[in-house]
Structures are given as structure tokens and as C-alpha cells.
């Protein structure tokens, strides 16, 4: 009963999370005035604004104006409750859940955001910063055992080590970040990370703690490389087919191609936020697994 009741809990939170997803990058509040299609303005029913039956029951359209509704209000719904009970299912008790399925209810909103908007608002990475500190009072957060590094006869309380290694994780997490987007910029000339992504590991950091925050940028940063690899290899073809198609001299048609296709990349902004958030939720639930299976190959 309680998966069930965590379940439609997540598609509740869903719904208003697709609110936060609409309105936050365009400044609006997502308290008020009530929801409406974009199109033709025209306030949503109760009815048709019941979690993924209402678009289903609309056809996906907009009962006035029939203008198309993305499928993304569904996939948001789904995926925050299925979140949610795999919080429940991952944590201890249930004061626990209550902190993981509010870590996956604010990436899950950033994700999509950074993803349609390039964006990782304030609105939602500072309230999760300290929202993630907080908790690091009461609930355990896995990292470096501070009493290895600590001198005094007694040792620490669990309280104070676990926050520690949630201030560890925002603050280091979020220098990595930094160091990384300003070494690119020396190198390069160009941004290569904003500083949404600086706030969104330090929210990510304060949740996991030091050793996941490490495990979240490198996943985050091989996911990337290899997403950036597929799109200049799938641009470099089709520059080839194009270059193909447009001349009859085949000669440096390969190398005048990746060249084009790695200029488009420099020009293309990455939603580095999406893999760091894609890769923060893995490690909640598979992080110390990895690690550990990782580390026994030593």
C-alpha cells in the first residue's frame, strides 16, 4: 500500500513539477494563476488535468485549441513516480525516502530543464543545497571516515562526520566543476561550463556526499565524451553524403567534413547538467556497488 500511495504520490509531484519545468526558466511563479494550455491560454479542467490520464484521455491535444501537447508531461510523471518508489525501495526508513525522493524530484526538474532550456536555475539548486546539508544532520551520508583523519581521543559524532562529508561534496564537487569549465576556457576560447553546472553539483554534492559526488563527474564526464563523439561522427556523415551529392571531385571530402563537424561541436552547447543529473540518480541507487566492484579489482 505504501508503494501504491508513493506512486500516485509521484505522479502528483509530477504534474506540478512539469509546472516548474514550463514556468521557472521563463520567470513565471508556479503557484499561480492556474494551469493553461500555452497556445491558446485556455485554464486547463480538473479533469483533464489528472496525472497522464488526462493527456491520454485528450489524444495528446488541447481540448480547445487542439494544439499538440508534448509527451513530455507524461514521461515527467512517470519517471517521478517511479522515483519515488524506488527511493522507497532503496532507503532505510522512511524519513530517508523522504530526502531521496526529493533529490530525484529537483535533478529530475533540472535535467529537463538544462535539457529544453540550457538553464539550471536558482530557484531550484539553492533550495537543494541546503535542503541537502540539512539533511546531512539526520541522515547518514556515505563518504571519507573522518575519524581516519582525526587526532583527539574521542571521536567524532556520526551527526557532524556526516555532514562534513556533505559539505565536502558540494564544495569539492563544485570546484571540479569550475576548475574544469575554466582550464577549457584558457585552452579554448570558449565557455566550455556554465555555472548553473557549478550549483547543480554542489546541490548534487550536499545529497550523496564526497565519494558519489567523485562517482557522479566521472560518469557525468564519460557520458558526455561519448555523447559528443556520437554527434560528430553522425554530423561528419552527413556532411559526407551532402559533400558527395554537391561535387564531382571526391578529393578531401573526409577531412573537409570532420573539420566542419568539429567546428560545429565547438559551436553546439552541451546540457552538461543532463548527464551529471542522469548519472547523480544512478549513483544513488548503483554508486557504492560500482565502486566497491571497482575497487576489488585492485
Known amino acids: 500500500m505504501i508503494t501504491v500511495a508513493l506512486f500516485l504520490l509521484g505522479l ?27 497556445n491558446c491560454g485556455m485554464p486547463i479542467r480538473a479533469y483533464d488535468n489528472i496525472p497522464v490520464f488526462g493527456w491520454i484521455l ?56 538544462d535539457a529544453e532550456h540550457h538553464l ?34 574521542h571521536p567524532l559524532a556520526p551527526q557532524l562526520a556526516w555532514f562534513i562529508n556533505s559539505l565536502l561534496g558540494a564544495g569539492i564537487g563544485a570546484l571540479l566543476i569550475y576548475a574544469a569549465g575554466e582550464v577549457y576556457l584558457r585552452l ?27 562517482f557522479t563527474i566521472l560518469g557525468a564526464s564519460i557520458l558526455g565524451t561519448l555523447f559528443g563523439t556520437a554527434i560528430v561522427l553522425f554530423v561528419w556523415q552527413k556532411r559526407v ?24 561541436l565547438r559551436a553546439y552547447e552541451l546540457p552538461f547538467g543532463v548527464f551529471l543529473g542522469s548519472v547523480a540518480l544512478a549513483a544513488v541507487f548503483f554508486g557504492e556497488t560500482l565502486i566497491h566492484w571497482y575497487l576489488k579489482l585492485y
Do not use: H
Not at 502528483?12 to 500555452?38: D, E, H, K, Q, T
Not at 539553492?126 to 581516519?148: A, C, E, K, R
Not at 553546472?197 to 558519489?212: E, Q
Open 188 to 214: 579554448r576560447g570558449v565557455e566550455g561550463m556554465g555555472f548553473g553546472d557549478v550549483k547543480f553539483m554542489a546541490m548534487i554534492g550536499a545529497f550523496l556526499g564526497i565519494k558519489l559526488t567523485l
Open 58 to 113: 485528450l489524444g495528446g491535444k488541447c481540448r480547445n485549441c487542439k494544439a499538440k501537447i508534448s509527451p513530455r508531461y507524461v514521461a515527467v510523471e512517470l519517471l517521478t513516480a517511479f522515483f519515488f518508489v524506488a527511493c522507497y525501495w532503496r532507503a532505510a526508513t522512511l524519513l530517508e525516502t523522504a530526502k531521496l525522493c526529493i533529490f530525484a524530484f529537483l535533478v529530475l526538474g533540472l535535467i529537463f530543464i
Open 241 to 264: 553524403r551532402r559533400r558527395r551529392r554537391a561535387s564531382a571531385n571526391p578529393q578531401n571530402i573526409y577531412s573537409r567534413s570532420w573539420q566542419s563537424a568539429q567546428l560545429m
Open 120 to 153: 539550471l536555475p536558482n530557484r531550484l539548486t539553492f533550495p537543494g543545497l541546503w535542503i541537502g546539508l540539512l539533511f546531512s544532520l539526520i541522515i547518514p551520508v556515505n563518504g571519507i571516515d573522518m575519524n581516519l583523519f582525526w587526532t583527539m581521543r
Open 12 to 38: 502528483i509531484f509530477g504534474s506540478f513539477l512539469n509546472v516548474c519545468i514550463y514556468r521557472i526558466p521563463i520567470g513565471r511563479s508556479v503557484v499561480s494563476p492556474g494551469s493553461a494550455c500555452p
